[in-house]
Each structure stands twice: as C-alpha cells, then as structure tokens.
C-alpha cells in the first residue's frame, strides 16, 4: 500500500534529520576538486563505493568499467533503484570557488558531482533508518553519461550484466541539477528530454600550396558552405510544430596559414523529440553534406556517421504525479513546477529494465545573488541569463544539497513498503 504524500513527506524530514550534511558537503567538494571524464571515473567510484559501504549495503564495483552498484536488503517488499552519474566534462573551470576544480582543462560543469553526493545522502538515510520502510534499496553510479568516449554509460552497465546481477526494479527513479532559483523540483509527466545524436562529418578535399587553389579542392571552402546550408534543415525543412536543434559544435581542418587541407571534419549535435523528424533531419543532413561536397568536386564521397546517440526520455505519468505529489507535500505546492519537455538529453532510459516506470527530475542550483542579478523579469527570461549545465561559471549553491537528498529518499519511501 502506497503511503500517502503527508506520510512520505513526514517519514522523509525524520530520515534524513540525522544526515551530517557537513560531512556530506566535504563529499561533494572533493569530488569537485577532482573531476574525471567518461569512463575514467576510478576514483570518484571508489569514493562512493566506500560510503556506501560504510552504510551497510554491499557494493559492487567495476560494472560497466567503473560503474558502481550498491544493494540494501530490507525485508519484502518492492526494489527501488536511484540513479545518479559520475563523469565530469573536458571544459576548464571558471567559478572561482575554494574548491575548484584542481585538473586543468576538466570540470565539473554538469553537476554529476552534485549527483553523487545526493545519492550518497539519500542511501545513508535510508539505511540508517530501516525500520521506516520495506524492500530493497539499489544505488547506481553510473559512468559515462556525457558519452565522451562515444559510449553510453549505461548501455555499458546494462551490456556488463546489471538486469541479470541485480534485483530487478518495480520503479527507477533519477534527477539532475539545473539553473533556477533555489528551491524548485521541476517534473515533466511523460515526455522529459529529447533524443541526441553526435554526427561525424569528414569531406575529402585535394591538398596544396595556398597560394594555388586552383590546383586543389579545397574542403575548408565546403565545410564552410556544408555549415551554412544546414541551418536551413531546422528553419526551413522542420515544421515550426516540431521540436530540433541542429549544432556545428566542432570544425577542424589544416595545419598552417598556407596549406590548403585535404580534408575538413564537422562535428554535429541533433536533440529531436519525435522519432519521425529525427529520422527526417538525419536524412537531410546526408543529403546536404552530399551534395556540397559533389558540387565542390571532391575526390571522393564524405562521410557521414553517427557516433553516438540517446533517445528521448519519457517519465511514467502516473508514478511522476505521485513522485510530484510528495514534493509538494515536503517542499510545498510552489516549489514544485512543470517546465516542460526540454532539449537537453540523458542515457538514464537506456539503463531501465522493459516495462519498468520510471521518473527523472530536477532540483533548481542557482546561487540566489546570480539569480537575482540575472536580467529578465520571467523565470524563463532569467533562466536564459544564468551559468548553465556545462557553461565553465556553473556551480550549484551549497544550500541544494538536503533538497536533491530529500527528493530521492521521498521518491523511494513513496514506493517502499511502510
């Protein structure tokens, strides 16, 4: 029997009243001054790891490569998995904290250090307080979600055995920091994030001296034209209806001032919320990098692959009103909003077992003299002014880290026997 959203708040503030978030926030910061990229997370996983041990639950490591599992036994009664990500971003940090980040060139600038230390926060509690609740509580720390290394994290979790070694879940729950003024839950029922993919783009040119083009074909001139001509597949070949985001993000060709290249690559980022305009735009994509470099007379064909892709995650409606519903009772009715689908994307789907509902959240970050600062007189308007998700000034204020650990431990105590 489900607890209603006054019992789960209740059972919630007297969990987590014992949490030394002192201790917590010492968690986090280290793991802030020492971020790891994609499949590199060894010691961010053995710092986890070993708080969940010092909890109770048995952990195992290495899952997925440096995944982390942890598995709290609690009597019958349903399985609970909280999910939070590990890897950090090759962006070289700007905040000016104490606690800035010590590895030049990566950063923390998506939170995923947040993410841990709520988690962490969120399996203490609970273990700390079984006698509150039935079932079996799984923690996962999930590498590689940036896909920094063209693999999902977990996809690589599921592909090393995570549905067969692990209780299988009835609900999985997940959330992310985000900008916003501190002190709101942001839930979307049903359709939440869009779907990416990472597209790679090499066009094949003919090399020489700049000072004769004419005896070359020269690939920066039709990288240049290919970036151009693909704008025109989000403005004009996408119905103003359909959501798409279309991004150069990266361009690379040549050597020196006075070499023509003989070869240009692009890197490109689509987020589509529907599979059919995905389908569409990855199509038109082909045809246009075809095209420019036909018409530029390139030696060869280019190539045109899709490195890495998620797809669009998609919240169980009736288990986000419920999750919603206890929000509002522990953090009250204004604190917790619908921001809509956004075009932001997550591997958090890949990792869920068939048939099993899911929920994906986020806890507003921004410190309150930036929000207040920020130009705009709407939340939207504000929201567009403030340092984002990998922008190199991110950095969540302090005061979140009870909310994300509340919001998890709710989540869990709403599906947990009482």
Not at 193 to 212: P, Q
Not at 330 to 343: I, K, Q, R
Request: glycine share 10%; net charge negative; hydrophobic share 40%.
């Amino acid at each position: 029997m489900l607890r209603t959203p006054d019992d789960v708040a209740g059972a919630t503030r007297h969990i987590t009243a014992g949490l030394d978030y002192g201790r917590l926030a010492d968690f986090y910061q280290d793991l802030h001054r020492h971020p790891e990229l994609s499949m590199s997370e060894h010691r961010t996983a053995s710092r986890l790891a070993e708080r969940l041990r010092a909890a109770g639950l048995e952990v195992t490591e290495g899952v997925g490569r440096t995944g982390v599992v942890g598995v709290l036994r609690n009597g019958e009664g349903p399985v609970v998995w909280l999910r939070g990500d590990m890897d950090a971003l090759p962006v070289q940090e700007e905040t000016g904290l104490a606690y800035a980040s010590r590895t030049p060139g990566v950063m923390h600038a998506c939170g995923h250090d947040l993410h841990m230390t709520w988690l962490a926060g969120a399996a203490e509690a609970l273990a700390s307080a079984r006698d509150a609740w039935s079932g079996t509580l799984v923690v996962i720390g999930q590498p590689a979600e940036e896909g920094g290394t063209g693999e999902s994290g977990a996809a690589v979790m599921v592909a090393d055995g995570l549905h067969e070694r692990f209780p299988l879940p009835d609900a999985l729950f997940g959330q992310h920091v985000a900008p916003g003024p501190v002190g709101l839950v942001m839930h979307t029922p049903g359709l939440t994030m869009a779907a990416l993919d990472d597209i790679d783009v090499k066009a094949h040119g003919v090399g020489g001296h700049g000072s004769r083009p004419e005896a070359t074909v020269d690939p920066v001139v039709t990288a240049a034209h290919i970036v151009t001509r693909l704008q025109t597949v989000v403005s004009r070949e996408t119905a103003a209806r359909d959501v798409a985001v279309l991004t150069v993000g990266r361009i690379h060709a040549g050597t020196k001032h006075n070499i023509i290249p003989s070869e240009a690559t692009l890197g490109l980022n689509l987020r589509t919320q529907d599979a059919e305009v995905r389908r569409r735009i990855l199509a038109a994509v082909r045809r246009i990098v075809e095209g420019e470099c036909a018409a530029a007379g390139c030696p060869r064909p280019p190539e045109v692959d899709v490195a890495f892709s998620m797809p669009t995650t998609v919240n169980d409606a009736v288990l986000d009103a419920q999750v919603a519903a206890a929000h509002r009772a522990l953090f009250g009715e204004a604190a917790v909003m619908d921001f809509g689908p956004v075009t932001g994307s997550e591997d958090f789907s890949l990792l869920v077992p068939p048939e099993t509902p899911y929920d994906y959240w986020y806890v507003t970050s921004t410190p309150q003299e930036v929000w207040e600062k920020a130009e705009g007189d709407s939340l939207a308007e504000k929201f567009a002014r403030v340092p984002s998700n990998h922008s190199a000034a991110f950095g969540p204020d302090l005061s979140v880290l009870p909310s994300g650990v509340h919001t998890l431990v709710a989540a869990a105590l709403s599906r947990f026997s009482s």
